[in-house]
């Protein structure tokens, strides 16, 4: 759930996505949940593949599986 008064930056980075869906740690297949933690190191549920990817703070290539 997103509080509503979240705020947003105006010039977002895009840490995945954009390259089709598949298996790369690049891409996601059916992500399903979203986390971000007090290290701002956003973790994915990737469902199709099973696995829980995550990007580090200021990591905008790969994710780690």
Request: aromatic share 8%; charged share 15%.
């Amino acid at each position: 759930n997103i509080p509503a008064n979240a705020t947003w930056k105006q010039n977002g980075v895009t840490i995945a996505g954009g390259h089709e869906e598949g298996d790369a740690t690049n891409q996601l297949w059916g992500p399903y949940g979203l986390f971000v933690d007090d290290d701002q190191t956003v973790v994915i549920a990737d469902c199709v593949n099973h696995r829980i990817m995550q990007w580090k703070n200021g990591d905008t290539t790969n994710g780690q599986a």
